[in-house]
């Protein structure tokens, strides 16, 4: 017998059959479902949610004309804001004040409640696309919406008209803990940058103080002054080399000219002094002529006071040693001369002895009475006072030469130190003017946020009292609880026919036996009126 292929796919009147079939299997999870589904959908309770929209409103004053110091996104500003306001005290103090107490009198209780209620509130940006024309669009917070939910609508709505309050009184007051804590911030750097300021110019003042006639701005005039006084010490020079020039001359004219007129007994004394010394180098103290020359000497002597003559005596005495050396040089110790010269040193020296022993060598010095002598001597005196003048004068521009040539010296090093101390000074300056116009800014902007001209908060839509609750969605829940059990119901029915391994119909046969029935016996089913034949099953022969 050829083998017939068994065909896989399942009839509409199989799957009623199954579904017959398994209806226990699938009516219990379903009723199951359903009980549950409707227990959840009238057994959760009602959630009302009251909500109030708060706009953002910019402030009145063009920022082109005042700025605000409170920067930065407004929905950063308002997550902010909602930290400061979700506190623990404050969420408290709302409960205190709307006597929402869960019953219980321990702390725990109200911890919970407080927690619960920080979950239960929701803000939610409102944003919209903002921008200039022609510049591309960006988004930007206008508003947002606070909303609190509750068991309760008339806790809903309590809560969230707090919260509504919190939320106004906090953007304003956080708003004027910027603006003032901005402004006492720039004061405050501006103060400490004016103490550093007077440093500063304290430093300065003593820079100059320190360094007067070496600062920069003196060089073109320490330069010019400069050059004078080498050209005053040149001519110092000039005069003084002049002066000098002229003094020679004049002491030679001095020396050329007698100090004394020849009718003066100074003149007559050293006279015979000199007549004295040449004629002892011929005569014998006895001679007559010596004798006469010396009793006149000491007459004169005794008249004018001690007047020395021992240095011609002297000078006398040497010429005489320096002709007998040329002679003895010319002629030799044997000729004439030499033995005549030999006998004046002698004698010279014997007379220089006697001299000194029975005269007074030293005669008061009369004063000059040659008018030519005192002229010349006058002369050398007034130069001698222009001379000391012109080197002392020399020797002060020198000092004071040499003092410009310091100045120029040392000016580059202070302009160096000068100019860190003004480049130090002109940026505080500089800081200090832009910290000043800041902080005037920062005051006007603390005008802004107390008068309330600058960025604020303005409900547009109080909180309402919620008429509907917005959860749980009975109906969504009935829905799709009554699906899912139905599903449930399905799934378990098939998991059942899949786990059974009874065989039944025809292609059970087949897919068991490989072939196909002789015959099929149909099932029967037993009548309502108490028929005795039961109901017959399909079966393969």
Do not use: C, W
């Not at 959840?40 to 009602?46: I, R």
């Not at 599903?487 to 119909?505: C, H, L, P, Q, Y």
């Amino acid at each position: 017998m050829q083998q017939l292929p068994v065909q896989d796919t399942v009839s509409i009147g199989e799957m009623f059959a199954v579904l017959k079939r398994r209806k226990l299997s699938m009516l219990a999870p379903m009723l199951l479902g359903v009980i549950i589904t409707v227990a959840l959908a009238f057994g959760l309770p009602s959630i009302y949610q009251s909500t109030a929209t708060i706009l953002i409103e910019q402030q009145e004053i063009p920022e082109q004309m005042v700025s605000s110091t409170v920067t930065g996104y407004a929905a950063e500003r308002i997550q902010v804001l909602s930290q400061r306001i979700l506190t623990t005290e404050n969420l408290r103090n709302i409960v205190k004040k709307l006597d929402l107490h869960s019953g219980k009198s321990d702390g725990d209780g109200d911890y919970e409640m407080i927690e619960t209620m920080r979950r239960n509130v929701v803000v939610e940006m409102v944003s919209a696309e903002v921008g200039d024309p022609g510049s591309k669009a960006r988004q930007a917070t206008i508003a947002f919406n606070i909303s609190y939910e509750s068991e309760s609508p008339e806790a809903a709505e309590k809560v969230a008209r707090e919260l509504v309050s919190y939320y106004l009184k906090g953007n304003q007051q956080l708003r004027a803990e910027k603006a003032e804590g901005t402004s006492e911030f720039l004061a405050d750097e501006a103060s400490k940058l004016s103490q550093k300021i007077t440093v500063l110019e304290q430093e300065l003042a003593q820079y100059k103080e320190r360094n007067v006639g070496k600062l920069p701005e003196m060089m073109g005039l320490n330069m010019s002054m400069l050059e004078r006084t080498q050209k005053e010490v040149e001519d110092a020079d000039r005069q003084i080399a002049s002066l000098n020039d002229r003094k020679v001359i004049l002491e030679d004219q001095l020396a050329q000219t007698n100090p004394f007129s020849g009718e003066s007994p100074t003149a007559r004394l050293r006279e015979l002094e000199t007549n004295y010394l040449r004629s002892a180098a011929q005569y014998s103290l006895e001679h007559p002529d010596m004798v006469k020359m010396r009793r006149e000497i000491q007459l004169l002597t005794k008249q004018l006071g001690a007047v020395d003559s021992t240095d011609k005596v002297t000078r006398e005495l040497n010429a005489a040693r320096d002709e007998l050396a040329k002679a003895r040089r010319e002629y030799g110790d044997d000729h004439p001369k030499v033995a005549a010269l030999q006998r004046t040193v002698a004698t010279l020296e014997d007379n220089l002895v006697t001299m000194a022993n029975n005269i007074n060598r030293t005669t008061a010095i009369e004063k000059p009475d040659n008018p030519q002598y005192l002229a010349v001597q006058g002369q050398l005196k007034t130069l001698a006072l222009t001379m000391k003048s012109e080197v002392d004068l020399r020797e002060k521009l020198r000092e004071k030469l040499r003092l410009y040539e310091q100045r120029v010296e040392q000016t580059p090093q202070v302009e160096q130190e000068g100019l860190a101390l003004r480049r130090d000074y002109d940026n505080a300056v500089k800081k200090y003017q832009e910290l000043k116009g800041k902080q005037m800014v920062a005051e006007l902007g603390q005008e802004l946020e107390k008068g309330s001209r600058a960025e604020r908060f303005s409900v547009v839509e109080p909180p309402r009292l919620p008429v509907l609750p917005i959860k749980p969605n009975r109906i969504g829940i009935l829905l799709l609880g009554i699906a899912l059990s139905f599903a449930g119901g399905i799934g378990s029915a098939a998991i059942a026919e899949f786990a059974d391994t009874s065989v039944r119909g025809v292609k059970g046969m087949m897919r068991v036996m490989g072939a196909p029935p002789l015959a099929v016996v149909p099932m029967f089913k037993r009548s309502s009126k108490r028929d005795k034949y039961y109901k017959p099953k399909k079966s393969a022969a």
